[in-house]
């Protein structure tokens, strides 16, 4: 029920400042739990941050979050103290270790 009235008050809050989600990000999808937050900067190029919220008592408790891409886009990542770069067709996966997150920066391909 928290979640719910969190959700509410968070796209209203996006609605008032024009942001509707990321266009070329289809879905975020994950083994457990994982929050998922969407940047846009001034430039109009957009981010997405998953963390793993699996278990936030079990330090072991690492899953794969995948993202489904509309289109081809330019990734980079950031996670695990590493920084990876690729063109990716349809879908992004990241491993992401307990209570840590991805930092996910998106760019058109072309």
Not at 18 to 23: K, N, S
Not at 27 to 35: A, D, L, P, Q, R
Not at 56 to 67: N, R
Request: glycine share 6%; aromatic share 8%.
């Amino acid at each position: 029920p928290h979640f719910a009235v969190a959700r509410i008050k968070q796209t209203i809050n996006n609605n008032k400042q024009g942001f509707f989600g990321i266009p070329d990000v289809d879905s975020v999808t994950s083994e457990g739990t994982v929050i998922t937050g969407f940047f846009r900067n001034s430039k109009g190029q957009y981010a997405l941050m998953p963390v793993n919220c699996r278990d936030l008592y079990d330090p072991d408790a690492a899953q794969t979050v995948s993202v489904k891409l509309n289109r081809i886009m330019k990734v980079k990542v950031y996670s695990n103290n590493k920084l990876s770069e690729e063109t990716v067709t349809d879908r992004i996966t990241a491993e992401i270790k307990s209570c840590e997150g991805a930092f996910i920066m998106l760019e058109n391909a072309d």
